[in-house]
């Protein structure tokens, strides 16, 4: 077999192994019995969600159920996790509301392809490990922003307002809440009611979900209400799922949207407009699912495939669309139901699949019977969730650059929306990064001696090392970018050439260098030369130096001042030196 065509397959091999084909592999009978029961309740589980979140995403209950059945048959079979249940969740109602309002059913079909790609290509460039990365500040921040703008959103059916066109911005939203504000009392009720039972449901047992308990009583009650209640009671003021939803009993054909495309526009301008909505959509969906996977991991002690999963997620997004669904991720809440209902292999979320898949198939007129105050109840409860106050009160005790980050990421989701959210989030946590690795680069300047009780890099245990008159020791400890580069080229210009004729520059600590600092290094070469000054390098590993030698650093020095370390760096300057003065 050909060297390239074995690297090639260890490489998609590499980005792409979905554990469904690792696990049946000595698969059991007894770990199929299990995997099918946690499939089962996950299923139910997801029931209600996978309703609530397409009702209030702005389409319908069938685009929810259907999005979890195809996207969590799609992320189960060829997802880098082994628990990980997927499914339509909370974080993206705002931005598909949005998506909607702007550019219709067709746009949003188009950006969530859109994002699918994106994350297919992220997986198979092998971007999985990178997300990880996101500071924790910043995925609190516009998780609690979005835990606030789902909060926000239920009021009008919560309260049983019957507003149509309420504005996706949140000031305009509360505002137009305050002016057209009154209570549908029945309704309100219904609400009120279904709160707490999801509150009090663990209290009194923990098999039986909150909002699915919720969903059953309540519906339950509204239909008994409607059913047996005189029509003076005003009963009919409570509205059902059925009210303002038609529910067709089984998958929809495939079809592809009309994309609405603004006069005087092309197709081509309109995906320019929805890129940035696709790439939050990929954005959210990655940190979510890959979040998920690994709070999975350390629950059943297993190590998923980041890039498998971006691919798996990417894939259900390019094909829910077509069935009218909404944008998929791995769903946490869900994945931790399966793993604490005995699942631990895809089978588990095949089986969840098939459970919605029945509930579509044999029960569109029960589900059309729930009170759309009951789900409003269920999605205040998944806001609540979602808000992470705790973590916010802990984060107060960090330091504060955290908390500032997390603040502005949290008011960015909410005022703003999360596409603004994601690419300022993403923006500070690279600025935040690149302060702390500035903070933790230090420069110091020796004169006369080094200190003998620093390491050096030949492991002697010297008593002192002595600097030779007219010679500078500069040591850079820590990554020498482009932040360092800058501060280091201060440093050494408030120095006099005349009275440091010689310098030496101590890099055995410094990991890497980029393309600034080799600039940098470049001209303080050039400047050096002409100000008869000599520029030693010290302590170079051989990363650096082949960096150094690729950048022609090294054709413009003296080959001889590239020392191993800083006793062959003092005594070519003392040779230098010894020169000038013969």
Known sequence: MHPIYECMQYSIKEVFSPKLFQTLRGYTRSQLGQDTLAGIIVGIVAIPLAIAFGI??????????VTAIIAGLIISVFGGSKVQIGGPTGAFIVIIYGIIQEFGLGGLMLATVMAGI??????LTRLGNVIKFVPYPVIVGFTAGIAVTIFSTQMNDFFGLGLTDVPANFIEKWLYYGSHFHVEWWSFGVGVFSLLVCIGMPYITKKIPGSLAAIILATAAVWALKRFAPESWGVAGIQTISDLYTLPHGIPAPHVPSIEVAEGETIISTIEKLFPAAFTIAMLGAIESLLSAMVADGVIGD???????LIAQGMANIVVPFFGGIPATGAIARTMTNINNGGRSPIAGVVHAAVLLMVLLFMGSLVGMIPMSCLAAV?????????????????IKHPNRDLWVLLITFFLTVIFDLTVAIEVGILLAMVLFLMRTNEETHIRTFHDEIDPNEDTESGQNLEHLTIPAGVEVYEIDGPYFFGIANRFDDVMS?????????????????????????????????????????????????????????????????????CANIHFALRRA?????KIEN
């Open 56 to 65: 209030s995403s702005g389409v319908g209950p069938t685009e929810g159920l």
């Open 118 to 123: 994106i994350l297919v290509i992220m997986g």
């Open 303 to 309: 190590k998923h495939n980041s890039n498998t999963e």
């Open 379 to 395: 999605l205040i409860m998944v806001a609540y969730s979602m808000s992470g106050w705790k973590t916010i009160v802990g984060l």
């Open 494 to 562: 408030h120095v006099s050439s005349e009275k440091y004729p010689i310098r030496i520059i101590r890099m055995r600590k410094v990991p890497f260098v980029d393309s600034t600092a080799m600039h940098n290094l470049s001209m303080l070469i050039q400047r050096s030369h002409k100000e008869g000054m000599t520029i030693i390098l010290s302590g170079v590993n051989d990363h650096v130096h082949k960096q150094l030698l690729q950048g022609g650093i090294e054709q413009q020095m003296d080959p001889h001042n590239i």
């Open 574 to 578: 003392e040779d230098i030196i010894e």
